[in-house]
């Protein structure tokens, strides 16, 4: 694909200073609204496209390459616009001289690849994350390795235009079996997009049963066709390990278990019995399969029922477990969702601590990106005051080294895991 005619838009007065720091997103409102009026010429391009306001109407078209410039002119960054996002432009290059081309895509994916080598290369059978979006310079793009099979989420409605050369690279790069593309339906509504719920890219290649790949010494399997997002939580394996070793001889009660998570690997490596809570029938029925699968099914139970709930019914109850682990979906998805976040967050964490003896321990979760590390851990402490208890975090984690962080995307700082004891 040929480099596209390039369009440039202006930021409001003050709203630079993020894309200074090589933030990679430009919401609507941060662009002048006569954006139109303020297109200048480019000297990398044949012929000028003059982009509209953002409407229906618009000139500019999903996919389309934008410079974004200051009040001055002067370069901020260049990126793909989408006319029908609220997240406006996202962002891929912060030198002018970089232009946005297939060789672009490839070149981020090797790297991406690349990058995971770091931390030491992971097993033919075993599952990581290839590519999470912001933190490789690839906004909008996730994938996930599972075995011999990819499943890819598309999150920006912009990239859709370079879906087939980025599809065609990873198949060539990673050898799959089978490639599965995804777009969620909140996706779908908030990019333009048709909802995807599990498109296989490589043809004459059916995928009739679920993946299997082994994790945490766990023989486990990953339906990404139908399953949730790209299949299963990786960016939380090493948490699943490391709190593991908490858990040996204990009672553990595992709230948001979906597939299994945090609870299959105790009941592998030694805890006493594991109880399971989740508000999916087809999680739970997952999470049994695996349980039986690996031998430990004698030592785990499950409850369907929501989080809240099946607490609060424990605690009426007068239960008790050595080790409580807390893993919500995500609770914040924009910043005026966090104080309902946290509050969230503290009943959810004040009724585990009902559940636990002196001594217990307390695994607690958010994957709420915009609940920061510093408000999670002050939540913790109005948990602690509130129930009279002390708490002592023995780790304080984040996600597998598979999920980077950009620094200029705070953002992707997302994953809290807090394993603590609860005196």
Known sequence: MSQPTIGQLRVKPGRQFPFLSRHPWVHAHALLSDSGKDSGKSSDRKQQHTPGPFSDGSELRSGD???????????????????????????????????????????????????????GKADADQAERLIFSEADLLSGLIVDRYADCLGVQFTAGALMKWRQPILEHLAKVCGSRQIVVRVDEKTAKYEGLEPEAGTLAIEGAPLTAPVEYRQNGLDLSVDLVGGQKTGGYLDQRLN???????????????????????????????????????????????????????????????IQDDCFDALKRLADD????????????????????????????????????????????LVTCSCSGRVSRSEFLNMLVDAGR??????????????????????????????????????
């Open 318 to 361: 007068a239960e008790k477990f050595d080790a409580v682990v807390l893993d919500p979906p995500r609770f914040a998805g924009s910043r005026h969702q966090v104080d309902q976040a946290l509050r969230a967050y503290l009943r959810l964490n004040s009724t585990a601590i009902d559940l636990l003896p002196p001594g217990g321990i």
């Open 386 to 423: 509130r129930r009279r208890r002390d708490i002592i975090v023995l780790e304080n984690r984040g996600p597998a080294p598979d999920h980077p962080l950009a620094v200029g995307c705070p953002e992707s700082d997302y994953l809290k895991c807090v394993i603590a004891q609860v005196v």
């Open 240 to 302: 699943h390990a490391t709190a593991a070793g908490y858990m040996a001889g204990r009672r553990v009660l595992d709230v948001c278990c979906y597939t299994g998570g945090f609870g299959l690997v105790a009941a592998k490596h030694g805890a006493e019995s594991v109880t399971g809570v989740d508000s999916s029938a087809a999680a739970i029925a997952a999470a049994q399969a695996s349980a039986q699968r690996n031998g430990v099914a004698e030592r785990m139970s499950f």
């Open 65 to 119: 390459v934008v410079d974004l410039v200051d009040m001055d002119g002067n370069f901020l960054g260049r990126g793909l616009v989408n006319p029908h996002s609220r997240l406006r432009v996202r962002l891929y290059a912060y030198d002018s001289n970089i232009q946005i081309n297939e060789q672009l895509w490839t070149d981020r994916i090797d790297a991406a690849i690349a990058r995971r080598a770091l931390a």
